[in-house]
């Protein structure tokens, strides 16, 4: 009844295109804030965990989230320009992400590794990115192109066998076996960032994170190459006209997507040093759910969505689910991230800023 | 119009996601397609094939199970359903050879020469071993199924094998679900024709939480599981038994097995103020927990132990795992496993590699014996191989293998197993000095079963 009595308040026009189903989301919408609020209250009131604890979950999501935001901006690049998803993109991370593996591991047997890590590091994360980005760019060669044209639903599953693809010829290239990263001993234990402690490895990744994504940002938003991105991203008939190469331009978008899925794959073996041909899966998903919860085709929202899923991740079980004593809630983590995927959809249809994207396009 | 359109292909992508992710929950994936619309048809095939060798065999009176008939000559089939691929191919891949040497050994049964038919992967998941049960059971000819590895392959693979009237028989099988709690109650996914040599969860559960309570004197425990059968059952009755030792399960949780994120609910172990995680998973997610435990804050002093599950060449080898504690089957001793590892030495080049090859062993070559009980020959060298017959001989059986004397329950456990606690430490290498590293044994019988 409340919700009926806020609406009343509003102009008549507005009220005029009340119809069941609005009432049925507000009143969905409520119900879900109602649970969350009190299943966090319950959890925080009971002080299972300190704040330090808290925190700790927080930079946790964070890190994950980074990483997810960097994958996710390949999907929604390539959403942009071309409106299909690149379900392959999860494989061109974990190409990434194997070559890194590969790559630290012939550094861990020199001194280089140990004497100068930052060095080696950045000979990991080329590496990874030049494969990232050739493969992307490949891919698009030989899977997409041909098909430019055609309806969107045709590269959309051709992206999903071009994703099966890449992980059976890894599978096949390096065996199914899970891969053990090698350890850098310069960024175990933890450091103090305005009194806050946190793991090295983490610091690295969400640095470097940040780092890439401020690059990508001016990039677009700053350079010819990325005006001309916006430019077709806009309307590609009207940016051929104007003597943009369409084409070519896509290309690029292919190719930066994938050097952002290289960073990630490099920074994935930092935090989770472990991976098989199978290991771009899930990230691959919980990429594209960032950038569909960041509103999808626009940079920064896979940026926000990528680390507010993270977050969601990290902290959601242990706040939410927790709090109505669930047993076992640490393994509901996906199911609280994609259920934060539809609660932000039902409060804001087209992602966090996806508004901008649909003024732009109508 | 456009954008509703783009919304429309939105949700349609989504729901393309979410059924791609239904399906690729492992490496087993992409054999599953091949199982569903199979399953019935084959099945029912093998049923009726069966029936119809029951008719026609003659001679014989028919158990109401049907019978095998083998023609002079023709080779006696047996199946593996065991996990030879991922990260789990190592339990799996360890008994195959123990399977393949029990062949060899035996040679032929009756004058027949024995076929190992089928060499099926069930991938350590739910999906693979209902996929090789399947496809196994296809063939009317096969008798018995040594496998599964994992529990959570042999809960379908149970089912439709001695549905089909054949016995799956396994080796490194150890939930309680599969036979029984050992106090008497049948497990809710025991089915008859189900044996194993493998020990029961019940009593590793137990000789952990005794060795952790008694020896290490610590009295909070947390405990993770993934969801599969296997590593429930080991923690519920770990928590069972060690809260009957008066010991305090500080929380009691789970992650998925393709999880690699373990600080939150490291964090969550941390404020419970757990002094020990007990986590008898798989890898590489058994890697995740020991690789993080390191670094959330709390957990400095943690002592961590998994279970017979890690206990492979590949996961004693990591770094994170360097003080971890194990639970695990007895390794064998005896001239007859000497005997054996020597030939498996031989004929793969390297030690075994896990811990379960030696109740492989013994339960291939359980099956033999039962054959040879059950079967009948018609004079001119035609087995017919009652499968009642089969079963109930398995079930009467006392066959003194290399993992001790075994005789089958009523729920088909035929392990009187004991446990070894071992820990890995700088000194121990490999897996096989990881098995030699020996700080605790317990019997059944000490455990109270």
Sequence with gaps: MTEAATVDARPVRRAARITPVSIFLWALRIAALAIILYGSYLSISSGRLSAAQWRDLFVFGISTGSVYALIALGYTMVYGVLRFINFAHGEVFMVGAMMAFYVANALATTTLWTSSPVVSLLIVLVAAMATSTSVAVIVERIAYRPLRGAPRLIPLITSIGASFTIQYLVRGLVGPSTKAFPRMEQLRGTTEILGVVILKSQVVVIVAALVMMAGLYLFVERTRTGKSMRAVSEDPETAALMGIDVDRTIVKVFAIGGAMAGVAGALWGLVFPSLNFFSGFLPGIKAFTSAVLGGIGNIVGAMLGGVSLGIFESVGPSLVLAGYEIPAFSQLKDVVAYAALVLVLIFRPTGILGERLAQERT | ?449
């Design chain 2, 1 to 449: 119009m456009k954008m509703k359109r783009g919304l429309k292909l939105l949700a349609l992508v989504g729901v393309l996601s979410l059924i791609i992710a239904a399906c690729g929950g492992g490496e087993g994936g992409d054999t599953t397609t091949t199982a569903g619309g199979d399953e019935e048809t084959t099945t029912s095939a093998a049923a009726e094939e069966t029936t119809t060798s029951a008719a026609e065999g003659t001679t014989v009176p028919a158990g109401e199970l049907g019978t095998v008939e083998v023609a002079a000559g023709e080779p006696i089939k047996i199946a593996s359903a065991q996990t030879i691929s991922g990260d789990t191919a190592s339990l799996g891949t360890d008994q195959v050879r123990a399977i393949e040497i029990a062949i060899a050994d035996k040679g032929e049964i009756l004058g027949h020469p024995i076929e190992l038919a089928f060499n099926e992967d069930e991938g350590c998941a739910s999906e693979g071993g209902q996929t090789a049960a399947t496809r196994i059971t296809a063939d009317p000819q096969v008798i018995a199924v040594i496998g599964t590895s994992c529990s959570g392959a042999g809960v379908p693979a149970s089912n439709v094998i001695t549905s089909a009237g054949r016995v799956l028989i396994s080796g490194s099988n150890t939930s309680p679900v599969l036979t029984s709690d050992l106090a008497g109650n049948e497990g809710p996914e025991h089915h008859e024709g189900y044996f194993r040599t493998a020990h029961n969860d019940a009593i590793q559960g137990a000789a952990a939480a005794t060795f952790v309570f008694e020896e290490l004197g610590l009295t909070q425990v947390a405990t993770i599981n993934d969801g599969d059968p296997y590593t429930q059952g080991l923690t519920s009755a770990f928590e069972g038994a060690f809260t009957d030792l008066g010991g305090t399960i500080a929380l009691s949780t789970a992650v998925t097995p393709d999880q690699t994120d373990m600080r939150p609910v490291l964090t969550e172990v941390a404020a419970a103020g757990a002094e020990l995680i007990f986590f008898p998973i798989f890898q590489p997610a058994g890697d995740f927990v020991a690789e993080q435990a390191l670094e959330v804050a709390g957990l400095e002093e943690v002592v961590l132990m998994g279970a017979d599950g890690l206990l492979s060449d590949t996961y004693v080898v990591l770094p994170q795992t360097e003080n971890m504690y194990f639970s695990g089957p007895q390794t064998p001793t005896g001239d007859a496993y000497d005997e054996f590892v020597a030939k498996y030495e031989a004929e793969y080049g390297e030690a075994p590699i896990q811990s379960f090859h030696a109740h492989a062993y013994d339960a291939t070559n359980m099956v033999f014996t039962a054959i040879e009980e059950a079967a009948t020959d018609d004079g001119s060298g035609n087995l017919s191989i009652d499968m009642q017959a089969l079963r109930d001989s398995l079930h009467g059986m006392t066959y003194e293998g290399l993992t001790g004397s075994l005789s089958c329950d009523e729920f088909g456990d035929c392990a009187a197993p004991n446990i070894d606690i071992l820990q890995n430490t700088a000194e121990t290498a490999d897996i096989a000095a990881v098995r030699g590293n020996i700080l605790a044994t317990y019997s059944a019988e000490q455990l109270g079963f």
